[in-house]
Each structure stands twice: as C-alpha cells, then as structure tokens.
C-alpha cells in the first residue's frame, strides 16, 4: 500500500519481541492480535455459557420447579425439577456476572481494544507486551475461579451480581460461604486484568501513535476505548477494593458492611455502584466508538459532528462518576442527595441524546450499504435509543421508585447492555472478521443470524417492560407464587419461548463463524473501502503490523470527497498538493503531526 | 392459574413435547382473555394518595420519550430509504453542522432538565409532607423470609422503636421502659389498613435488607437493617386485597416473602383490631 518515504523514530517500539509460531503463540505470543483473538474466542464461549444460564432461568420463570399445582403436587410438570429456589438465585447472579465481566467487557475491550488500537494508530504493536498477555491469563483465571464456584459446598455465589451486604457478607444469611468468597477473588482478579489492560492501552495510545496521527484524527472506535480506559483505571480499583472487603467479612471476622457488628450495609452499595455506573459506561462506550465508524464507511460518508462526538463522549466519561446514587433512590436517601443525583442523572442523557442525533447525521445524504455490519449497527442505534429513553423513567426519583425492581429495568439494562452492546459487538465482528481472518463471514448466513437475532431479541425483552409495569418483581424464584402476578404467566411463558430462539439463533453465527474460516471468501487488504490504517496492511497483518511505519495526512473519514478519482482517501495519503483541499488538510497535517 | 391445569399437562403425560405445544397455544389464547381482565399489561390500579403524581409523571415521561423514539424511529427509516446506495448517486461530504449540534445539545438539556427539576419537586413533596396527626402508626420489621407487624393498642401509640434494639427476641427493637408499647398487638404476614386514613409506616430489618413493595400502591422502601425508616405513609382510597411482597433479594426463601395486606373500612378494621387480642408479653413479633 502506499507508504511514504519517512522513516520514523516509532518503529522501535514496536518489534522487540519475537514472533511465536505454531500452537505455542496461543500461548506465549505477546503480538496483541494474538491476544486480542485469545480474548475473541474465550469470551464469545463464555458468552454462550452465559446464555445457557440465561436460557436456565428463563426456563424456571416460564415452568417454575416450586409451583403448587391445584391437586397439590409441587412441581410444574413441564419444570426442571434441579432448579430449586437457591440454584434460581444462583443462575441469575451468575448469569450477569458472567455476561458482565467475562462477556462484554473483556470482548469489546479485551478483543476489540486489543487488536483495533496498535493498527488504527499506525503502532507495531501495544506498549507493554507482556502485561498484555499477562491480563490476558489473569482474567482467563477469574474465569476459572468463577465457573469453578458452581462445583463448590453451597454453590455459585447467590447474592446477585450486586452482592448487597449484609446478604452477601454473612454466610448464615445467603448460605453459600466458598461461592460467594470466589466470587470475590475472581472479581478482584478480572479487576486486576482490567486495570492492566487500561493503563497498557492510555501509554499506547498517548505515546505511540505513527507520526500525523493527532487526537483529532484517531477514529471514534479508538477515542472511545482511550477513555473507556480512563474509566477502567479509576472505576474498577474500587471495585476490587469493596470485594476484597467483603471477602474479609466472609472469612476474616470483619464487619464492614454488617450492622449486626457496627458495619454500614449502605457502604457496599456506595462501593459497588461507584464503580457500578462507570461500568453501564465501559460496556456501552466501545461498543458506540465502532458504531460510529461503521455508520461511516457504509453510508459512505464521514462521522457527522466529529469533535461533538468526542466531547459527548469525554462528557459522559465524566459525568458518569458523580451518578452512581440513582441506584440508590430507593434506600431512603436524603433529599439533597437524591436531588442532585437526579439532576445529574438527566444531564448524562444529554450526551447520549447528542451521539443520537450525529449518528442519524451520518446516514442522512449517505450512500448506504446494507451489509449484515451496517444492519447490525443500525440496530444498536435503534436498541441503544430504546434503552436510553427507559433510563428516563429510572432518572425520575417518584417514577423510579415504582419500576425500580420491577421486570421493566431487567428490560431497560438488556436494552442497553444487549441491544446496544452485544449488537455493537456482532457489528465489530462483521466488519472486522476479514482483517483478523483473512476471509469474508457469509453475508447470507450473516443476514440471517440478523434477522432472527433482531426479532426473537425484541419478542423476549419488550414485552418485559409490561410485565414490570404490571408489577412483577426481579429476581424471584417463581412468580407462580404471588396471586396478583399469577395472570401473568403466559406473558412469562412467551418470553422464555423468545428467550430460547434467541439462544438457538446465535449457532447460525457460530457456523458461520467456524465455516468462513477455511471456506470464507478471501478478503484482501481492504474489503469494505475503507480509510484507515489497519485496511492498508495484509489480512492478517504480519506480525509487527507495519512494514514502514505509515505516516498519517488526514483525519478518519475521507469519504466521499468531491473530486477524488475513489469514494474515499486512505489516512495515509498525502494530498495532492495543487487541490486547494490539499493546501488546507496539508496545513492542518503539520501542526496535528 | 387455569392454563397450568390443563389437562394436556399433567404430571402422567409421556409427551413432553406434544404438551409443550398445546402450552404454547394455549398461553397465546389465553393470554389476551386474562390480561384484559386484570390489566396486567399496564399499570395495576392504584389505590394510594400518592400514586396519582406517581402516574401523571410517569405518563409525561412515557410522552415525551414515545415522541422522541418516534421521531429517531421515522427520521432513520427515511434516510435508509432515501439514502440508500444507488448507482451514480454519491454521498454528501459533509463534516458536520455545528448550529445543528448547538441546537440538538439544548433542547434535550432543558427537557431533561425541566424533568428533573419536576420529578425532585414531586419526590420531596412525597416525603417532605409530615403525616397528619390522626396517622395510624403501623411498624413493619423484615426477616428471612416473612414480615412483622405491630399495630397499636387502643391508645393509639406504638411503643418506642430503637433500632439497635432490633434482634431475634425482640424484633421491633422495643423500648421496654416505653408505656405506650404494653398495649400493641402484633401479627405476622397480615396487614389491614383502614380506608381513608393516613397510615404511618415505621420500616426495619431483622437481618438482611428487605423491601416493602405493593405495586398497586406506587410504593417501594429498602429496609436497610440498621435503621428505622419512619418518612413513609400512604393513604388508601378504595378497599380492596393485595399482597405485599419483598422487592430486596433477601435469599432463597426470597420468592415467597409475601403477606396479605387489606385496605378495609374503618370500623371493619376497628373490629379487626378489637378481635386482636394484646399478647401478654409484647416484646415478642409473633
């Protein structure tokens, strides 16, 4: 591809370390594509685990185990007798611990951040190798620990992944003292992996950027990791503290958080959501950064607003710190906290509203492809917008009061986090599969796998929304038993049914996943036109990624420029120097290098 | 409920999948007869003085957001339309719109400012209101896996709670020096609240945090062990029978933690109260 002349001081970061061949690179490979694939596939399989729980609990709501039949026999007949109530408690927390920190958080940061950063910056590879496949392993690890906790006296940890103490901080109240002690440990340790990854993105990031490659010309998919990292670092520390806490309290005869011992309960729940609401933002800001460079390359059009995109993201980085209260309305706050937790709550809708509007800025006087990546980040935009709008409801302190543990927040937290964050990642996969494989993913099985993850997603959360609105709880074992939910149960029964098509739906993409592998049309360079750095090198790139440290002449998202032979201008190529476009982009290329 | 008694679902049925089925036929016939009877796709009626204002906010919540989506929903289905790749037909270059962005960063901000500033106004009316004095004083006190209740005797007053106090022999955290207490009675899992009064909640936690939850009275209150909430009350304005049910995962018995709790008219509840006759020992919850 077109590299320039200038060679530049960066590469002698890159190539320190030697490449690993054979079976052993998926072991001791430091090369971040190596590690960012180690994290593709190992969370996508916890992502299945993760929806096997899921499909479990479902299962329970729709034919609970306990139910008293009229002639007096417990058990639905059509139930899994296994699932008892405390099994029950211990699917759903584990089901969103797993999906939390095992599934999105280590696929958008750990995969996508991994192999997207060190070849959109134009940089051979991450500034600390080694603590890179080091994070890789601990979380591997955290992993271990926690599907290892299923196998324990008592079982998997069954406090919910919030793990409100005292419940969860004595074992007499929630009986499963081994489970929810290695939740503890495996939290600390995924914390520790996050905290490695974070600062090894921040040093890459700031220090390793080919030359041109200003702050303002990074793509959105690169300035939404730098500052999900910057949330990470400041977020996750608390976390990993508040469990190494309560994890004393479990096994140490501490009393942080027990009152019955002089503790403070509503300390955990400062802890936890402190770290908590950063998090709702570390796993929806990734997934909003490639959106927005999807959005781009198939409406064939650069991001609209640019710069607002990045100040609404910086913003919600910010405000998203001082939140973290609106999930504690319901404790009996005091009405000045509960104010200016309030206000704060809805201005963060404002930045999210902005993102909104520049994203439908984009499509408007595109030239739009519908590929099975476009039609996946369409989705998010529309899930994501959903999701949004039910955060009002929450923000409203009266309102919040009613929904706030009802079904219509399990629907609220599934659009964000499904609709929004899973779609944003299906979309990544989509669109970065033929550089990380070398060959395209099926478009027609893609554009199944769509349709029918689309539907069935919709058919199982929406009707959710009502269900809580009828009043109908979280977290309980089996609605079966509350008279006034009782008329509920074949909306219950139907959204299991959703549920499960939805499951079965995503083995259309794992066939496809697997079959385009070896079967796959070959991809080239740069299969979709698109302009930045990792569509100039190989697919896969070679280890190293550049053979000549490129060198950087304009912003992400050339495409479309008027008088231009092609509909888009790779970063990486310099302006003709007569255009008076290229005058004014030449400028601006050297006060940005 | 009628569809898990169905026939075709019995416990002896040797096809499971046949009976899968007819389940799933059945709950989409059944679906709609059912819910119109009790409105379950919608909010329950509510029955509380304060779950109008609940309702009302909920309501301009539920249009503002409904025009909104309506309107992203609209605009980008006619860009994908419109704007769809046609041969010869090239995009439009364009970075941006910075009066646009001026313009669609301030009107979500006042809206969603003027939100909040409205919904704060009408929680800290909720709360800030003092209960009249004719309140009646009911204290409630959660445990693994059921709720005690403490009414008032015939003078009308609950015995002083303390909540360092609260503990397994005495879990309304009594103050046994306090006169007032020797006449409450007590019950476990019933409540019944008069029509038209105010009743005063004083809300606490044996072990773990529970919640008072009943939907039909917009009303929701962590009970976080510890303390002793006494902001809240309600007042009843139609007779009726509800449950009340833990909203807080207080453990695997948390499925079942429910209660009866009944809105009667007053000297139903007179009556009621009268029939409760006052154990002799008032420390005791049951």
Not at chain 1, 162 to 187: E, M
């Amino acid at each position: 591809m077109s590299t320039t002349t200038l060679n530049h001081s960066i590469e002698s970061h890159g190539h320190e370390h030697a490449e690993v061949t054979g079976w052993r690179k998926y072991i001791w490979s430091l090369d971040h594509k190596i590690i960012g694939l180690q994290y593709l596939f190992t969370s996508l399989g916890f992502l299945f685990v993760g929806g096997g729980l899921a499909l479990l609990l479902r299962w329970q709501l729709a034919y609970p185990s306990t139910q008293v039949m009229a002639n007096g026999d417990v058990g639905n007949p059509l139930s899994l007798p296994f699932i008892n109530p405390q099994f029950y408690n211990s699917l759903f927390t584990m089901h969103a611990t797993v999906m939390v920190f095992l599934v999105v958080m280590p696929l958008l940061i750990g995969a996508f951040g991994n192999y997207l950063i060190p070849l959109k910056i134009g940089a051979g590879d991450m500034a600390f190798p080694l603590i890179n496949e080091l994070s890789y392993w601990v979380y591997v690890f955290s992993g271990v620990l926690l599907m290892g906790s299923f196998f324990v006296a008592g079982g998997a940890a069954a406090g919910g992944w919030t793990s409100y103490a005292p419940l969860s901080s004595v074992s007499a109240y929630n009986g499963t003292q081994i489970g929810q002690s290695l939740w503890c440990v495996g939290i600390f340790f995924n914390g520790l992996a996050s905290i490695m990854g974070a600062f090894n993105y921040i040093t890459t990031i700031v220090n390793m950027r080919a030359p041109g490659m200003g702050f303002f010309r990074m793509p959105l998919a690169v300035w939404s990791l730098f500052i999900t990292a910057f949330l990470l670092l400041l977020a996750v520390p608390v976390l990993s503290a508040a469990a190494a806490m309560l994890f004393l309290d479990l096994n140490a005869g501490t009393s942080f958080f027990n009152p019955a011992n002089g503790g403070q309960p509503l300390l955990w729940q400062h802890l936890f959501w402190f770290f908590g609401h950063p998090e709702v933002y570390i796993m929806i800001l990734p997934a909003m950064g490639m959106v927005s460079d999807i959005l781009s390359i198939f409406s064939r059009k650069p991001v609209f607003g640019y710069r607002a995109m990045v100040y609404a993201m910086v913003a919600i980085g910010f405000l998203g710190f001082i939140v973290w209260g609106h999930h504690m309305f319901v404790s009996g706050m005091n009405l000045v906290l509960s104010a200016a937790f309030g206000v704060s709550t809805m201005v963060i809708a404002v930045p999210s509203a902005i993102k909104t509007f520049n994203w439908l800025g984009t499509l408007w006087g595109g030239s739009i492809r519908f590929t099975t990546a476009m039609l996946n980040a369409l989705a998010f935009v529309l899930m994501f917008v959903i999701g949004g709008l039910s955060g009002i409801f929450m923000a409203s302190t009266p309102v919040d009061i009613f929904v706030h543990h009802t079904y219509f927040i399990v629907a609220h937290i599934h659009y964000v986090l499904f609709g929004g964050s899973i779609f944003g990642i299906f979309a990544g996969i989509y669109t970065w599969y033929p550089k990380m494989f070398g060959r395209m993913l099926d478009e027609n099985l893609g554009k199944i796998h769509f349709g029918l993850t689309f539907a069935f997603y919709n058919l199982c959360f929406f009707p959710m929304h009502n269900v809580g609105l009828g009043g109908m709880m979280r977290r309980i074992a089996d609605p079966t038993a509350y008279e006034h939910l009782r008329a509920l149960q074949p909306i219950n029964q139907f959204i299991t049914i959703a549920a499960i098509g939805l499951g079965f739906s995503q083995f259309v993409f794992l066939w496809n996943f697997f079959r385009s592998l070896r079967h796959g049309k070959p991809a080239g360079k740069n299969p979709w036109n698109a302009t930045t750095l990792e569509w100039t090198v190989a697919s896969p790139p070679g280890h190293g990624n550049f053979e000549v440290t490129p060198r950087v002449y304009r912003g992400a998202y050339d495409y479309s420029v008027p008088g231009a032979p092609r509909d888009f201008i790779m970063q990486n190529e310099p302006e003709p120097s007569d255009s008076p476009q290229g005058k004014v982009a030449g400028r601006k290329s050297v006060t940005a290098g | 409920m009628k569809l898990l008694e169905t026939p075709s679902m019995t416990r002896t049925s040797s096809l499971r999948g046949l009976a899968f089925l007819s389940a799933f036929a059945l709950t989409l016939a059944n679906a709609q007869a059912e819910i119109r009877e009790t409105s379950v796709w919608w909010l329950p009626r509510n029955v509380n003085m304060f779950g109008h204002d609940v309702d009302f906010l909920f309501y301009i919540i539920l249009f503002l957001t409904g025009v909104a989506f309506i309107g992203v929903f609209f605009a980008m289905i006619l860009f994908l339309i419109k704007y769809r790749y046609r041969p010869g037909v090239a995009a439009i270059h364009t970075h941006g719109n910075n009066a646009l962005e001026v313009v669609w960063t301030t009107i979500p901000a006042f809206i969603f400012l003027a939100l909040a500033i409205y919904g704060n106004e009408q929680w800290s009316k909720m709360r800030r209101q003092t209960p009249p004095a004719n309140a009646l004083p009911v204290a409630v006190v959660g445990e693994q896996f059921g709720w005690n209740v403490r009414y008032p005797g015939p003078d009308g007053k609950l015995g002083k709670m303390v909540a360092a106090k609260i503990s397994k022999e005495n879990p309304f955290g009594i103050d046994v020096a306090d006169p007032a207490g020797l006449d409450d009675f007590t019950t476990y899992n019933e409540l019944v609240f008069p029509v038209g009064r105010p009743v005063r909640l004083y809300l606490g936690s044996k072990d773990v945090i529970h919640a008072f939850y009943v939907p039909e009275f917009r009303l929701y209150q962590d009970m976080v062990p510890g303390r002793v909430y006494d902001f809240v009350w309600l007042k009843a304005e139609a007779t009726g029978n509800f449950q009340l049910a833990c909203n807080q995962l207080c453990g695997q018995g948390h499925y079942k933690m429910f209660g009866k709790l009944s809105v009667v008219p007053e000297l139903a509840y007179e009556a009621w109260a009268k029939s409760k006759t006052p154990p002799p020992v008032t420390m005791t919850g049951r």
